[in-house]
């Protein structure tokens, strides 16, 4: 099998998204993107962000990440993961399922987050500037290996930290 879980997070609209859209398209059919705004919507149209929710949210969220792994799929997840134990997880799902992770951490300079808030009321994420400061301030310390993306540049240099990641 060729499944492999690729656990993109960080703050909210910090451009988890588009690194993920970037990797699915590098991977094509092969992958998946899971996005707990889209499950967090599916459970909770109205959401308070609570720590109850996160856990539902994270259940189904991994429930679903281990079934398109057991099928073959590469798993793209995408969502902020601020308690370690929400990352350490995904550790414990690929050994379940006999398969390997990698963390991909984006960044990005608070003005850029501030710009994003403002032209991308569209999204699916009801993530706004109170809850991005909300999560910021109980986002854990990161242990283990992982790779870290700053996403405040322009898209060309994102796409090139994305390749040069996917193909170490």
């Known amino acids: ?11 909210p609209w910090s451009g988890k ?3 993920a ?13 899971l996005r707990t705004d889209e499950i967090r919507q599916e459970l909770f149209p109205i959401s308070e962000y609570t720590q109850e929710e996160s856990n539902i949210i994270y ?3 991994y429930k679903r990440a281990e079934y398109f792994l057991n099928v073959g799929k590469i798993v793209i997840l995408d969502g902020v993961f601020a308690k370690q134990s929400e990352r350490d997880y995904a550790q414990f799902l690929v050994k379940k399922v006999g398969s390997f ?6 960044i990005s300079d608070e003005k850029y987050i501030k710009k994003r808030l ?6 699916v994420s009801e993530a706004d500037y109170e809850v991005y400061i909300k999560l910021k301030a109980y986002f854990e310390k990161i242990v283990g290996k992982c790779n870290i ?3 405040s540049g322009n898209m060309k240099d994102l796409e090139l930290s994305i390749l040069s990641i996917l193909n170490w």
């Open 1 to 11: 099998m060729n499944n492999k879980l690729i656990v993109v997070f960080g703050l």
């Open 17 to 19: 998204s588009t690194v």
């Open 21 to 33: 859209r970037v990797i699915h398209e590098y991977y094509g059919d092969k992958s998946i993107v």
């Open 59 to 61: 259940a189904e969220f």
């Open 101 to 106: 992770c990698s963390f991909i951490q984006v």
């Open 118 to 123: 403002i032209q991308r009321k569209w999204d």
């Open 149 to 151: 993306i700053d996403n």
